[in-house]
């Protein structure tokens, strides 16, 4: 098992065009596993399957790493903290807060951060519209949390004046796109190629103006 997602994994990285260490890799697959893991009991992921969580979570989240800019992130419904651990684990330069209501969520992802000593990762359990960051974030992360106009309703206290919304969304969200609040425009859309992922995948950029 090991031996094939280690494989797998390298070969998504390879169609990304992502460049990791050894280090970096192994502790990918230690998240998948700690994921495996714990999902029996705190029911993290609908995935069960390693070799799909591989393929759904790990390069999914990951495919979104070259379009970021900035240092501090927030990965606001973090959930099992996808895309926020790929992406502190892939971009260690990088500091991600992962935001989640749920305790059982946020417990698990405190035991990440221990066994994985992941020094630029912190866990905070609140809702994102009660949040009060120390300082705000170059980048609010969405991944499956909510509609487009509801995530910059609920969010955008917590992005920095220069900052980017990034939604990641499966079909190209059209209609969400034309019920944007006003004060808010379109940066970027990309369609994101994930290897071994069927359907289509999205990142809508979106800024204040």
């Known amino acids: 098992m090991q031996s094939q997602l280690d494989s797998r994994l390298n070969c998504g ?8 260490s050894t280090q970096q890799k192994n502790c990918l697959i230690n998240y998948l596993l700690l994921i495996e893991k ?18 759904l979570h790990l390069l999914d989240s990951l495919s979104i790493a070259p379009f970021l800019e900035g240092e501090y992130f927030v990965d606001v419904g973090t959930g099992a903290g996808l895309p926020g651990i790929p ?8 500091q991600f807060t992962l935001l989640d209501t749920n305790s059982k969520k946020t ?18 359990k609140a809702r994102a519209e009660d949040f009060t960051p120390l300082k705000k974030f170059d980048g609010v992360l969405s991944r ?6 509801e995530m910059l309703v609920y969010t955008q206290a917590l ?8 939604a990641m969304k ?18 970027a859309c990309y369609t994101l190629a994930v290897p071994d992922l069927e359907g289509e995948r999205h990142l809508v950029v979106i800024q204040a103006n």
Not at 87 to 94: G, K, V
Not at 159 to 166: D, I, N, R, T, V
């Open 13 to 20: 990285l390879e169609t990304l065009a992502i460049t990791l």
């Open 38 to 55: 714990w999902n029996k009991s705190y029911n993290l992921t609908a995935i069960k399957k390693p070799e799909d969580m591989l393929v």
């Open 87 to 94: 992406l502190a684990i892939a971009l260690p330069e990088q």
């Open 107 to 124: 417990r698990f992802l405190l035991q990440v951060k221990a066994e994985l000593a992941l020094d630029n990762v912190q866990v905070v």
């Open 144 to 149: 499956a949390f909510t509609s487009l106009r």
């Open 159 to 166: 992005c920095a004046e220069q900052g980017s919304f990034y």
């Open 170 to 187: 499966g079909l190209y969200p059209e209609k969400e796109l034309r019920d944007l609040p006003k004060g808010f425009n379109v940066k």
